[in-house]
């Protein structure tokens, strides 16, 4: 007992020995922060959304701050180097009131720092929000090999970029990046971690196709995002705005293509999956990090 009353008297004494200033140093500054984090989309035509706003406020209790600025930096945390760059300073109005653009250079999800230098009596401070800027990488970089090929011997989803569809004459029925499925065969894709929000791909029956016509279905988990049965010579499949925007960002995206009766004599469907990319915050220069 008489140990903690002496810790207690130590502690009132060296209170009392602070200062007016070196008390009010130890208080720190209110604030307050946001970004519109309406999605920026980096590959978008118009440029519209490309950029973002940080915004907020300042309070010192009733001092002024008019004229006084903050700094502003941001980290990209799904890089592997996370460096952390400067915005530059954003300068108080009579409110306290600031605001800075931001113009991220590619996808991840940022880490915004605002710092308010120490000052009118307060110690550095510094507010911390989050923002999101989204590319739309294709779907190799999260293509998952094992899980669609479990037997490596007998391969039912290999590469075939540049694979002709539609009536084996057209350009435009055949992308740059392809996979072709085989009937049983199912392609993966693993898109955890980069809060991916909407997809897009191209699906059509090659013109190789033993099978005149193929039935695929793009799926996550237990929940079917859609299934097309697709005419060899026809045109090519791909999501509505509506479906694109449905993605869960958690789980896989598997195309696959059901087993044909081989038995019976039912021909191997060959379906062409083009371009398959989504809109993520997947870095597009940087080394990926999660």
Same mark, same amino acid.
């Given at each position: 007992?008489?140990?903690?009353?002496?810790?207690?008297?130590?502690? %009132? %004494? =060296?209170?009392?020995?602070?200062?007016?200033?070196?008390? &009010?140093?130890?208080?720190?500054?209110?604030?307050?922060?946001?970004?519109?984090?309406?999605?920026?989309?980096?590959?978008?035509?118009?440029?519209?959304?490309? +950029?973002? !706003?940080?915004? #907020?406020?300042?309070?010192?209790?009733?001092?002024?701050?008019?004229?006084?600025?903050?700094?502003?930096?941001? +980290?990209?945390?799904?890089?592997?180097?996370?460096?952390?760059?400067?915005?530059?300073?954003?300068? !108080?109005?009579?409110?306290?009131?600031?605001?800075?653009?931001?113009?991220?250079?590619?996808?991840?999800?940022?880490? /915004?720092?605002?710092?308010?230098?120490?000052?009118?009596?307060?110690?550095?401070? +510094?507010?911390?929000?989050?923002?999101?800027?989204?590319?739309?990488?294709?779907?190799?970089?999260?293509?998952?090999?094992?899980?669609?090929?479990?037997?490596?011997?007998?391969?039912?989803?290999?590469?075939?970029?540049?694979?002709?569809?539609?009536?084996?004459?057209?350009?435009?029925?055949?992308?740059?990046?392809?996979?072709?499925? @085989?009937?049983?065969?199912? &392609?993966?894709?693993?898109?955890?971690?980069?809060?991916?929000?909407?997809?897009?791909?191209?699906?059509?029956? @090659?013109?190789?196709?033993?099978?005149?016509?193929?039935? /695929?279905?793009?799926?996550? #988990?237990?929940? %079917?995002? &859609?299934?097309? +049965?697709?005419?060899?010579? #026809?045109?090519?499949?791909?999501? =509505?705005?509506?479906? =694109?925007? @449905?993605?869960?960002?958690?789980?896989?995206?598997?195309?696959?293509?059901?087993?044909?009766?081989?038995?019976?004599?039912?021909? %191997?469907?060959?379906?062409?999956? #083009?371009?398959?990319?989504? =809109?993520?915050?997947?870095?597009?220069?940087?080394?990926?990090?999660?």
């Amino acid at each position: 007992m008489r140990k903690v009353l002496v810790l207690l008297i130590a502690v %009132v %004494v =060296s209170s009392a020995l602070l200062s007016p200033a070196e008390a &009010a140093r130890s208080r720190s500054f209110s604030i307050a922060a946001s970004v519109d984090n309406r999605k920026m989309d980096l590959d978008s035509s118009t440029g519209g959304n490309r +950029t973002t !706003l940080v915004k #907020g406020r300042v309070k010192a209790g009733s001092s002024r701050l008019t004229g006084r600025k903050v700094r502003i930096y941001v +980290t990209n945390v799904h890089t592997r180097a996370q460096v952390r760059r400067s915005l530059g300073t954003a300068r !108080l109005d009579r409110k306290g009131r600031f605001s800075k653009r931001f113009a991220p250079s590619e996808g991840g999800t940022y880490r /915004v720092e605002i710092v308010k230098s120490a000052g009118n009596g307060r110690r550095t401070t +510094t507010r911390t929000v989050t923002a999101h800027a989204y590319e739309w990488p294709l779907l190799d970089r999260f293509h998952d090999a094992a899980a669609s090929n479990p037997d490596p011997s007998a391969p039912l989803v290999v590469r075939s970029d540049k694979e002709q569809t539609g009536n084996g004459r057209d350009a435009t029925a055949r992308w740059s990046l392809s996979y072709a499925i @085989s009937s049983g065969g199912s &392609a993966v894709f693993g898109i955890a971690g980069y809060n991916c929000w909407r997809f897009n791909m191209k699906l059509a029956v @090659s013109q190789s196709s033993r099978a005149a016509s193929g039935t /695929v279905t793009v799926s996550q #988990g237990a929940r %079917v995002l &859609a299934r097309e +049965t697709l005419q060899r010579g #026809g045109g090519y499949w791909e999501p =509505s705005r509506g479906l =694109s925007e @449905s993605l869960d960002p958690n789980l896989p995206v598997v195309v696959s293509v059901p087993p044909a009766d081989v038995a019976s004599g039912e021909p %191997v469907a060959r379906i062409v999956l #083009g371009n398959p990319k989504a =809109s993520c915050t997947y870095p597009g220069r940087s080394t990926p990090y999660l």
